[in-house]
């Protein structure tokens, strides 16, 4: 009974402990530095002609009346709130003159798949200032280097949630170097938020050809270079999704287009 | 040293040994260790005599086994662990209601270190676990104090598993750090942490001096069973806490939950209902009721409090605010609490009542004669 008992207690040490190095040694966690592999550009192989591309404009607005958000609440981390003297709103839903929307991530949806695009070596940036996104939405091309930095004097930790691509969660201090990453897949969009400071949140747009705008405050967008086609301009708003329309440009032809979301709509992921 | 059957000769100094006045049963005795914490020695005698009983049946036949005199320190330690236990729960729900979950995104190590800035998140996922690591070194205690003290097996190997519990609790919840708190995952650990605590709880309660006195066993003829009753209420409110956990991960949506909640009312009322017919005059498995209704009662009102919070109140919030935390901690603190008084109830009917001698009969005749 004693020998039965003791090679049980050394066997469930060693399994216990065999488990617990697997599993510290296992993690999904990736090195700032480490990306990646990129798939090859997807597409046809058609160039686009530069004497005949177009453009479409346009602007995004909200009809109807904003929803009423409540102030953040910085007292969690005193760092945060000394530097935010003013009172801080949420970025949801932010409207300007007319009911022009901020913060909306226009792009061509389809139909480019006779092209392909390559990967822009520039990268975006994506800043942490004041314990806020600063911006509160950005957007790249499947591949593009995001480049993270973090100009408070805080630690912040950077976790995309994205559901087409690979997840990470990385701390950085203050004065850490930038994180750069990137991801591989199309996804609009990717919600990124800081779990040290639960109300920091942002989105990372990620699109696979480089047609695309984030709106300002006074909601406009321009996509240039379009070769002559018919085309689905979709506009995503983190609070109540996605519209369409489409559209059709001739050569050298330039399009407006007016967006709208519909205010009394229920938000996105009801 | 009198020399027994199957008895290693060489181990007459070691920890465990023979008791020279016994009438040659081996018991256990940890005389150096004893001496060393000046913990009292029970002896006990263990009869190798009769059917091998499962842990069910051995709870109900306990009084026929109670060692001389309960060890209270035990007892007490015991309960201050289930304490410590429940404290640890409010602090795992703190941080999934702060959304704190992945504040620290490494582990074992906080941000490389033990003792990371406690700034915002960091502060509820950290102190989360420093108190898990708090409740672990307290189980090992628990485990090791049993063994040294409990003339019972089945409670040692209960303390045992104990220790089992909370060394998977660990890991899984180092599982949801570094796998990104994917949603089984993180129900699962949820749910463990309840199943810890009332292994635990039931500690507290099997080392207790009442349920180790003699007390008075009455028959229970009704059917079903009171003893059934009260183990598919506990399970039910194990099945609907398990729900609760994978709403709150987005496992699941509501609606099991809500489910589940409908449920378990209807258990716990089925058992009320036949404690009050059966054992109107019954003191301990009344007070017992009275318990479980009362936490029931406040967790269905707490269900629907948090029901509005989360769906409608806190909708447009920029933040885990005062009201939604405050809400949905309490609504999981308390759902622990009536599971722990639907536990106290199923062992205090295990402990008090025994199933009728007819029904006995019929059911196993080999049982039947114990």
Known sequence: ?????????????????????????????????????????????????????????????????????????????????????KTVMPQDVVVGDKGALDNVVVYVKDDLSKYSFDTPKDSVALNQQGCMYEPHVVALMAGQTLEVKNDDQTTHNIHPMPK????????????????????ARQEVAIPVKCNVHPWMKGYIAV??????????????????????????????????????????IGPKESKSVHLSFNASAPPAGD | MARLPGFNAGKTGSFWSLCAECDGTRIRRPAAMTQLLRLPVIHSRLSR??????????????????????????????????????????????????????????????????????IGGIFYEHGHRMIATLVGTLTIVLAVWLSLVEPRRWVRRLGWAALGLVIAQGLLGGLTVLLYLPPAVSSAHATLAQLYFITVLSLAVFTSPWWQSDLEVREDAGSPALRTLAVATTASIVVQLILGAAFRHNLFGIVPHLVGAGVAAVMVILTGVAIKKRFRDFRPLRRAMVLLHATFGTQILLGGVTYWVVFYASRNDPQPLPLFISVTVAHVVVGALTLAASMLVTLTCYRILRPSRAMEVSRSPERAAI
């Not at chain 1, 990736?30 to 177009?54: F, H, K, L, N, Y």
């Not at chain 1, 997840?167 to 004065?175: A, D, I, K, L, R």
């Not at chain 1, 406009?220 to 070769?227: A, I, Q, T, V």
């Not at chain 2, 309960?79 to 729900?93: D, H, K, M, Q, S």
């Open chain 1, 1 to 85: 009974m004693k020998i039965w008992r003791s090679r049980t207690l050394v066997s469930s040490l060693a399994i216990g402990s065999a488990l617990v190095i697997t599993i510290a040694g296992c993690g999904k966690k990736e090195t700032p530095e480490s990306t990646e592999s990129v798939p090859a550009p997807a597409g046809g192989s058609a160039t686009i002609d530069p004497s005949t591309v177009g453009e479409v404009t346009g602007t995004v607005a909200l009809v109807g009346s904003a929803p009423t958000f409540k102030a953040i609440n910085m007292s969690a981390e005193p760092y945060c709130s000394k530097a935010n003297t």
């Open chain 1, 164 to 183: 087409d691509n690979r997840e990470w969660n990385t701390s950085q201090p203050p004065g850490a170097s930038p994180i750069d990453n990137s991801f």
């Open chain 1, 207 to 248: 699109l696979k050809n480089p047609f695309f705008a984030v709106t300002t405050k006074d909601g406009k967008f321009d996509l240039k270079g379009l070769p002559p086609g018919t085309y689905t301009i979709e506009a995503w708003q983190e609070h109540y999704g996605v519209v369409d329309q489409q559209v059709t």
């Open chain 2, 49 to 118: 005599s009769g059917p091998k009983l499962g842990f069910w049946a051995k709870l109900g036949r306990n009084q026929r086994r109670m060692p001389a005199a309960p060890n209270q320190g035990v007892h007490r330690f015991a309960i201050f662990t289930a304490c410590c236990t429940v404290l640890l729960l409010t602090a795992g729900a703190l941080v999934t209601s702060n959304d704190a979950g992945l504040a620290v995104p490494d582990w074992p190590l906080s941000y490389g270190s033990l003792m990371p800035p406690m």
